[in-house]
Each structure stands twice: as structure tokens, then as C-alpha cells.
């Protein structure tokens, strides 16, 4: 059961699975071009950001289930009740939303658990102000170490470019792992298809529903970010979003229709599949009623014959013949022969 139903819009409930005294990792990066600084918090230590002037600042915090440190964060940061709601529910739609001093963003980062061999859904949310980026995930996760480590090696031109570049960093990173999910669906669907093509079992089935099903959810989570990307051209957004970075955004996007693309092409071969496995199941099935029919035909003079001499009349000649038993199996072996030989011929066997 939703645990926002009956609530007034504003409520801060995390809707979430995490157990709320899971402690919450927060760390702030400050970095410039020249230097870099990195200060790790836990709530418990009641952190309070220091921005300092000419660095860019990146707050990433690991957990939203804490909802004193998110009315905390909201607090300090003029953050409004309905943002944050939205934070801290887990199945919030991938949306943009404008505030005066802020842009709120949340979208779904997918990961493939190839231990469980599951796909993971997580939500992510940044908030970009005009001179500080905060990020929240559900739960620590080590998709971002690789702009980390740019960052603190001032590797590229992340160290030189705004916060409003690293927002774009971070959510191609995400976007980009879409694409392992992509490639992973993509190879599942190529093994069913020669399993279903080669052995049509229940199971195949079940599981084509089971990747179906997948997909569907994965579509779900994926499909709204075209209508995000394309809001970073509205004029209010464009007051945080710097003109230099508008290629990559472009980039971005083309990048997300590549991928609904990719995701409505695996769906529609998801359906072909499910009539595949309908088609070979009845070819299958044709194939067995053809050995029957054909098997059927063979026997049904050799039937007529048994039936002829097993009448049991006083006055049948060829029953008093000393070969007459030995001529019936000659003449039958004939007609099996003979009708082998034809559907041999006619390539029906």
C-alpha cells in the first residue's frame, strides 16, 4: 500500500525499503582548476556545508531515508516541502522542476546485480544551484567513482567548467550505464530466440514473459528522461545551464532517443518472440500429426487385408492355400515398402 495516500501534498515520507538508522555517507567536493578538497560527513555529525568563494562545490549524499537530515538539508538550502517529498519518494516519475534559486532533477539509475542476476533500480536527485550542485542517491553506489577520480586528479575539463557541467557529467554517466542495460536485454532476448527456435518449452515461455515484464520496467523508468532532457531549454532552466555546455546537452539527447529507440525495437522483438514460440510450438505439433497421418496411411490397407482374412468365412480359397499365409505378408511388406518409397519421393518424410 502507498504510504502517501491520506497525506496533505508536502508530506516528507520515505517510501523506500532502507532502514532509517542506516547511517547516511555525505561527502563535499571542493574543487577549482588549480586545488582540490574533499571533507566526509556522517549525519550523525551534524554537517553543515562550508562553500568557499572561487570553487565549485559538489555535496553527494548516500541515503534518503533519513528524513530529519533531508528537512535539514531543506532547511539550509530553502528547499520547499514539495521538492523534497519528492526526493524522498522512490517511485517518483524521472521529472525537471524550476524553483527561483534552484533546478530540481530526478530520474532512475538502473544497474545489472550479476551476482542476483537482477537489474536494480535506484532513484537519483540533484539540485543545482548557481553555485553548488547536491546530489542524493538511495544507497551508496560506486557508478560516479570514475568523475571522483577526475575530479580529485583534475583529469579533463571537469575541474575547469561549472557545476552545471558536472550535472551533466553525472547524468550522462547514468544515461551511458543504460546502454550495458540495453546490450544486456538485448543478448537475453538473442538466447531465447534460439532456445525457442531450437526447443519450445514452458519454461522459454516464462521466461519471455519474465524479460517482458523487465523491460517493460525498464522502459518505464527510461522513456520520460526525453522529455526532462528536451526542458533544458527552457528559458528558466537556462538560468543555471550555462551556453558552453549546450552541445553536450544535445548530445545527451540524442543519446536517450538512441536508446528508447533501442528499448521500443527489443519490445516489439519480445512480441515476435511470444509468436515464435506459438508458431514452432504449432509446426512442432504439425510435424507430429504428419508422422501420425503418414504412419495412419501406411497402416490403413495393411488393416484392410487383416480385416479381409480375418472374417472368419467357411468358403475363403486362399485360405486352404499352402503359401497363402507367406503370399498376405509378401504383398503386405509391398504396400508398406511402396508407400514408404512414395512419401520418401514426395519429400514428405
Do not use: C
Not at 68 to 92: A, R, T, W
Not at 142 to 165: A, Q, T
Amino acid at each position: 500500500m502507498n504510504k502517501k495516500v491520506g497525506l496533505q501534498p508536502g508530506s516528507l515520507i520515505y517510501t523506500g525499503s532502507i532502514d532509517k538508522n542506516t547511517e547516511i555517507p555525505i561527502t563535499q567536493y571542493s574543487y577549482n582548476n588549480k586545488s582540490f578538497n574533499k571533507t566526509h560527513f556522517l549525519y550523525k555529525d551534524n554537517f553543515s556545508a562550508n562553500l568557499k568563494e572561487n570553487f565549485k562545490t559538489w555535496i553527494d549524499i548516500d541515503g534518503i531515508h533519513n528524513i530529519d537530515l533531508i528537512k535539514k538539508i531543506g532547511e539550509k538550502f530553502k528547499i520547499d516541502s514539495l521538492i523534497l517529498e519528492d526526493l524522498l519518494n522512490n517511485s517518483q516519475r524521472p521529472k525537471l522542476e524550476v524553483r527561483e534559486n534552484f533546478i530540481f532533477i530526478t530520474l532512475k539509475m538502473i544497474t545489472h546485480n550479476k551476482a542476483l542476476n537482477k537489474y536494480e533500480y535506484e532513484q537519483v536527485s540533484f539540485i543545482l544551484f548557481k553555485n553548488l550542485l547536491l546530489s542524493f542517491q538511495e544507497k551508496p553506489n560506486n557508478i560516479f567513482d570514475n568523475i571522483k577520480l577526475r575530479i580529485e586528479n583534475n583529469i579533463g575539463v571537469l575541474s575547469s567548467k561549472d557545476e552545471d557541467y558536472l550535472l551533466y557529467a553525472l547524468i550522462d554517466r547514468i544515461v551511458d550505464n543504460y546502454f550495458l542495460i540495453i546490450e544486456d536485454l538485448e543478448e537475453k532476448i538473442q538466447n531465447l530466440e534460439i532456445q525457442i527456435s531450437t526447443n519450445p518449452t514452458k519454461e522459454a515461455f516464462e521466461d519471455i514473459l519474465i524479460q517482458k515484464k523487465e523491460l517493460l520496467k525498464v522502459k518505464k523508468s527510461i522513456f520520460p528522461l526525453r522529455e526532462l532532457v528536451s526542458k533544458f531549454s527552457d528559458v528558466k532552466v537556462r538560468d543555471f545551464i550555462q551556453n558552453d555546455i549546450s552541445i553536450y546537452l544535445i548530445d545527451l539527447q540524442d543519446h536517450i532517443i538512441i536508446i528508447n529507440e533501442s528499448i521500443d525495437f527489443l519490445f516489439n522483438r519480445e512480441n515476435d518472440l511470444i509468436q515464435l514460440y506459438h508458431s514452432t510450438l504449432s509446426n512442432n505439433m504439425n510435424e507430429v500429426m504428419k508422422v501420425l497421418a503418414m504412419i495412419s496411411t501406411i497402416f490403413i490397407p495393411l488393416s484392410f487385408l487383416a480385416g479381409v482374412y480375418g472374417m472368419n468365412f467357411q468358403f475363403m480359397p486362399e485360405l486352404t492355400w499352402k503359401y497363402g499365409y507367406f503370399i498376405i505378408l509378401i504383398i503386405m511388406f509391398i504396400i508398406f515398402a511402396g508407400s514408404i518409397l512414395f512419401f520418401k519421393k514426395k519429400k514428405w518424410w
